[in-house]
């Protein structure tokens, strides 16, 4: 119950398209640059800021209230903070939990994040709905705005950025015990009891999370650099190889799809996020940035193999294109005909359609977002390999899609019907 | 899964009266789904025994009957409208019991009707505490540890494992009637003894204590193909240990790290499942150990509920409509998200403010009761807040409570007990207050929270915002304050009043000054997403940000102002008025305005009018929607006393008043004036008188003669109303009850004796009037008309009578210049018809009229207040022959107040409404008796004991009571005048007489009917002890004698068995064409 009033110290946001937002600072001092994104998850502020996937961004939350039940070091979901700014309409003057640590200011001020409160954040949320995720600038030092706003016009933006280098790991280590530079601390929360595969996983930006669900699945997890060559992923002889979420442009990390073209139909692999749009673009697919993002963790998905709805947890601004891999394969695809990309019949109809690639053969459309339709997951048909562009460990969000590191290893184990046996 | 093909008519059981634990939530709910099935093209054949409601007009549903919630009336309407389903879940737990009496007595199964919504076994499973402790721990969920007593022996032996405190449930009742906390072992005997009596199945839980934990709420919805939302969250603001109707309530979830809400998520969803709710909706509650987290499961209801409504209104999530849906084969990625239009149903809404839900209670009303807050529900209503912060929610929903106060104290009108922290640490209807006033005593987050074990979180909120009261406070005045500073006490839930009490300025000059500052509102939408998608429902709040997002528009706007929450008085049958004035307002061409704060009426859909505000309606509030909207025109008259005594202000402040003029409201109730309008016309009218002094009260009740009705202007000790007979009396209860003054006179009436009364709802468009109903009430003058049974037709008035009532009606209406609805009391004693009282605006027997005349009062009313001619409506003829008598009889709260008199008098103390309709006036009598209590007696032993003034008049009634065949027992008084009329009858003592007396026979179930009326005034008489235990035992208790004589000539209605008791639908009523609906 630390009070953590801070003294009203004024702090600006300013927007590329010259929109200025006031407030005070409720962290760091300074000013940082980001691409301006919302989210809108009520709960779980503490993962969101520590996601690695947040780099280069700076993040508002569509929660008023901020801050309530401080911070604790169970809930971390990497080693540090990785978005680069946070602003919030209220930050909590008292934390009230039983696992409370430390407050958030003090954890932000700890971790270097300038943030921000007071600020009308439902109306920053419309902005950046109708005119896009944009360039940004947090600062409780310059508060001139014409400046400010200058500054977030010359900043660099996030596409064709890559971001991946700077969040992840420089050394391989296995989960459970000590990163190699200290990076990675070892999880006191869950470790394979008796692991059954071994499985190498790519860091661009991992969540913890998600390797504490591969390890409820019976993984033991290797995580490499994203530097790593297949050749010397394929030498620490995996089961399976994972693809991991991480920040920035999917174009700009072309190292990493290089390196899954070569893993892909060797090994099983399963990506989430990055890891998706990676797969994505391995089978020949292209990418394109959404007008604002999904960022939350209500957000319907459907598994098109089960006709479940899954609410998932996403953080993503990029999206793959399912038409882009290759032609329909009607006779698969229950004779329909539609334009592979016409998403919505697909839903409506309760098909999950199949193109060709080039490359990997036949890829299957597995899951839908059902706000606006677009791709959520693949699998390919002809080698072991799927992806999801949400987030199945959420944290934060619910805990519907954990199925899926069950269906990773169903296919590891060889079965077909990995997707709909789990569930 | 598309819509089901082979159930084509659905059977839909409402929740009946409005009693204390069920509201109006289940209007909201119930009309939700029947429009919504209709939509669909459903047949809908509705059962709900009350007329107050939206869902029983008689569009809502193909086949409405206003019959009584009881297997009997309903197998009865089974069998005339073979039904193919029955939709069980959004009656609430009377027409969840009723159904689940139908499946279980097979008559579902006789006559092929399918239970849909929920299954017999999921309903048990939930409801039943063993089968649903069991089924938790099943999925590896905690419950509270607990035994199940069938005696109090049991009780002890559980506590004796338990230890104190505990919790005691009776299984099966209502709102958790019955239930409560126990201390001590004396407690706890009292508790389980009555508690056993209430449960259906004689059956009370003990549960281990966990008072003072954190109390959390899940509203799930589940569909076929096992989709499952969360579709709000609430955290409770007072620990465990209050009823959540009872507690303050906040969504979202406040205190909840993503990790335990997610647990939370899963349990909640788990459960769902393990309990077998197929489609649906249910309510979860948990209960959170605040030092170690440990989360317990408290109960889940598995249908609609209280909190459904909140959690709907809260997200613009509308969990009913959606639980109709699912119910007919839907599943949830099937539906549309109605706000956005475009992203499905099948999510979890986020929201970017808080909302804030605080309970109205009405203790006033019953001096003698305990207003501690307990495990057994007491609140009569609720009004709802939204904000961007707690502290703003919070503020604003402490003056939606239309209590008299501006907000959360700082209004001038603080009074603390010195027993400051027994007051602070118990809870009662005061409690915020003092949780305020102790941080302006420099109490500290942790002093408070140890002894209110409030959470801090929202402790610290609340210090927060009494800190920027303090500096208001301290800025030296009005002109002190900056607009920094105004903002900050705007977003901090301030009030203006209550910045012009701290500053010493008045409201108007607070406005001035808040908008010369620049201080203006904004308006944000509730869109269920966090503004993720464009909304395209005007759902709004106000606010103090940046940015206003209402929509432009360039139709003429009429905006409605609400009832406010329900309390005593104030009921459904308000709400019922505003939302037909949407509709009729929206017909002739406006786009429509709501404002309300009542989170669970229909008005507050958005579905009823074209924009709604979800905001307090005081004058600063409406003021503030005003400005942003420029309605052409605000009713005022709809929404009860809540909108009407703001009608002058904002009139005042140059806004246009549809309907009657204030002026003329005035003139009502300005007695001197309105007593000239009388001898103008030539209308009689009891005499009266003011006083100003103790004095004066006794020269004006001499000059006038008692008996007197007495109305202080002030009360002392919650008493309002009284009759006195003689001048001792007056004397005394001048002196205890009442504080006179020159600033607050008495109100002396010669009260009527033994009159009948008449009341009257009609129409005036200025230049004719017509006449809705004229209602004869049962009981006689002197018992608030709120409070009696009353009949369409008049069922003993002669013609000539009526006559002349309806032409005081129509002069009346005239002469005030009432343009929209009136409604008149009469009083007719020896043929002479007096004017008691009349109300120039919605009354809370329009719903009852326009069902019982098939012709829509509130609407007629707006089209008039629209500028339309009743001439041109096309009408049907007034005073017709109806074919039918409708009953509209009182439901009242006593068994949830015990200590309180259940006497009836001037002061209203009934919750609500329920009506009967047969061909004859005892058979529509008997049943709106039998919608209330669901039986009548007909045989065992009639208990009579009447005051002298009634020992004439009850002889019939015992003699019809013997022919009956009823053994009668008496007191000795009222027995030797049974006596030398002839009727058997055995001697019993009175309480005071000695052992055994009347009490202990209705202990011992040996009395089947009681009817005592009160003699004098005395309190904690014997006539009170015998209606207590009355009360206690479920005894049918009748405290007048016309009441008396109605009910004796039900039972014979109902003894007779001869078809009196038919159903009958309202669409069967004869109405004739041009009837405008």
Sequence with gaps: ?423 | MPRRDDIKKILVIGSGPIIIGQACEFDYSGAQACKVLREDGFEVVLVNSNPATIMTDPEMADRTYVEPITPEFVTKVIEKERPDALLPTLGGQTGLNCAVSLAESGILEEWGVELIGARLEAIKKGEDRKLFAEAMGRIGLDVPRSGYAYSLRDAEDIVAQLGFPVVARPSFTLGGAGGGIAYNIEELRDIVSHGLALSPIAEVLIEESVLGWKEYEMEVMRDRNDNAVIVCSIENFDAMGVHTGDSITVAPAQTLTDREYQVMRDASIAIMREIGVETGGSNVQFAIDPANGRMVVIEMNPRVSRSSALASKATGFPIAKFAAKLAVGYTLDEISNDITKETPACFEPSIDYTVVKIPRWAFEKFPGTDPTLTTRMKSVGEAMAIGRTFAEAFGKAMRSLENGRAGLGADGKDRFSEKFDAMLATPTDQRAYYIAEAFRRDYTVADVHGLTHVDPWFLAQIERAVAVEGEVAAAGGLDGIDAALMRRAKQHGLSDVQVAHLTGAVEAEVRARRLDLGVRPTFKSVDTCAAEFAASTPYYYKTYEEEDEVAASDRPKAMILGAGPNRIGQGIEFDYCCVHGAYALAEVGYETIMVNCNPETVSTDYDTSDRLYFEPLTFEDVMDIVDAERPAGVVVTFGGQTPLKLAHALEDAGVPIMGTPPEAIDLAEDRQRFAEVLDRLGIAYPAAGTAHTHDEAVEVARRIGFPLLVRPSYVLGGRGMVIAYSEEYLERYMAEAASVSPEHPVLLDRFLEGAIEVDVDAVCDGESVYIGGVMEHIEEAGIHSGDSACCIPPFSLGEETVERIVEHARALALELGVRGLINIQFAVKDQKVYVLEVNPRASRTVPFVSKATGVPLAKVAARVMAGGKLAEMDLPPEGRDLGHYSVKEAVMPFGRFPGADSVLGPEMKSTGEVMGVAADFPAAYAKSQLAIDYSLPTGGTAFISVCERDKRAIVPVAKHLATLGFDIVSTRGTSRVLKAAGIPVTEVLKVHEGRPNIVDAMKNGEVQLVINTPFGQETRSDGYHIRAAAIRHGITNITTVPAANAVVNAIDAVASGDGRLDVIALQDFDVPAGEPS
């Design chain 1, 1 to 423: 119950m630390a009070d953590t009033t801070p003294a009203h110290v004024p702090a600006l946001l300013a927007l590329e398209d010259g929109t200025v937002f006031h407030g005070t600072a409720c962290g760091a001092a300074g000013e940082a640059y980001g691409e301006i994104v919302f989210n809108t998850s009520m709960a779980g502020y503490q993962e969101v800021l520590t996601d690695p996937s947040y780099a280069g961004q700076i993040v508002t939350m569509t929660m008023p209230h901020i801050g309530n039940y401080g911070v604790n070091e169970a809930d971390m979901e990497s080693r540090g903070v990785f978005a680069s700014g946070f602003v919030v309409r209220e930050m909590s003057v008292l934390t009230s939990n039983w696992r409370a640590e430390e407050s958030l200011p003090e954890f932000l001020v700890r971790h270097g994040v300038v943030a921000m409160e007071g600020v009308d954040t439902r109306r920053l949320t419309r902005h950046v709905r109708e005119r896009g995720a944009m360039r940004a600038v947090i600062s409780t030092v310059d508060l001139d705005p014409d400046s400010l706003v200058a500054k977030a016009a010359a900043s660099p933006g996030l596409v064709g950025r890559d971001l991946v280098a700077e969040v992840a790991v420089s050394e391989p280590f296995r989960w459970g015990s000590e990163g190699p530079d200290g990076t990675l601390p070892v999880d006191t929360g869950i470790l394979p009891v008796s692991p059954r595969y071994r499985i190498v996983a790519i860091d661009s930006g991992i969540k913890y999370n998600i390797v504490r669900r591969l390890a409820e699945a019976s993984c033991d997890v290797t995580v490499v650099p994203p530097t790593t060559s297949a050749r010397e992923i394929l030498a620490h002889e995996p089961d399976g190889v994972f693809l991991a979420n991480g920040p920035g442009d999917p174009a700009a990390v072309d190292y990493l799809y290089s390196t899954l073209q070569e893993l892909v139909g060797k090994v099983p692999v399963f990506g989430i996020c990055l890891g998706h749009q990676m797969l994505s673009l391995a089978v020949g697919c292209s990418t394109y940035k959404l007008k604002y993002g999904h960022r939350g963790g209500n957000q319907p998905v459907k598994n098109l193999l089960s006709g479940r709805v899954e609410i998932t947890s996403q953080n993503h601004g990029f999206c793959v294109d399912f038409g882009s891999i290759g032609p329909l394969v009607t006779e698969e695809s229950a004779g329909h005909s539609h334009e592979a990309n016409d998403l919505a019949a697909w839903v409506e109809a309760g098909v999950a359609p199949v193109v060709r690639s080039e490359r990997f053969g036949r890829v299957q459309l597995t899951h839908v977002n059902l706000n606006d339709m677009t791709v959520e997951g693949i699998r390919l048909l002809d080698v072991p390999a799927f992806s999801v562009q949400y987030h199945p460990e959420a944290a934060p969000g619910p805990h519907d899609s954990r199925y899926l590191f069950d269906a990773f290893t169903a296919l590891l184990d060889g079965r077909d019907d990995y997707l709909t046996a789990t569930g």
